[in-house]
């Protein structure tokens, strides 16, 4: 089972940037893919962006060209980057890692940490 630990988050204006961090322990990293999720007040938690093992990213179109997901399999570590901020990306993001065992999906999740984008 893997511990996810989330940092970086906290009050932006608008069109600046942010980077958040997961850290990972208790698991071999590299067997997971790793995603960002963001979750507002009434509405369901949404996909920002994952990245495989290998390195393949996969975004959200709200956020395509303004994020960029890593990771950095010998720190144990995803970021995301997040540029050119907009109030509509106030949200709690969520660190997610996740894998297969033959049919069977695991999730693990991290606390979460606050963004919010205000002038």
């Known amino acids: 089972q893997v511990q996810l630990v989330e940092s970086g988050g906290g009050l932006v204006q608008p069109g600046g940037s942010l980077r958040l961090s997961c850290a990972a322990s208790?698991?071999?990293?590299?067997?997971?893919?790793m995603g960002w999720y963001r979750q507002t007040p009434g509405k369901q938690r949404e996909l920002v962006a994952t990245?495989?093992?290998?390195?393949?990213?996969n975004y959200a179109d709200s956020v395509k060209g303004r994020f960029t997901i890593s990771r950095d399999n010998a720190k144990d570590t995803v970021y995301l980057q997040m540029n050119s901020l907009k109030p509509e990306d106030t949200a709690v993001y969520y660190c997610?890692?996740?894998?297969?065992?033959?049919?069977?999906?695991?999730?693990?999740w991290g606390q979460g940490t606050q963004v919010t984008v205000s002038s």
């Open positions: 208790g698991s071999t990293f590299s067997i997971y893919v």
């Open positions: 997610n890692a996740n894998r297969w065992e033959l049919t069977r999906r695991y999730d693990y």
């Open positions: 990245i495989t093992s290998g390195g393949r990213t």
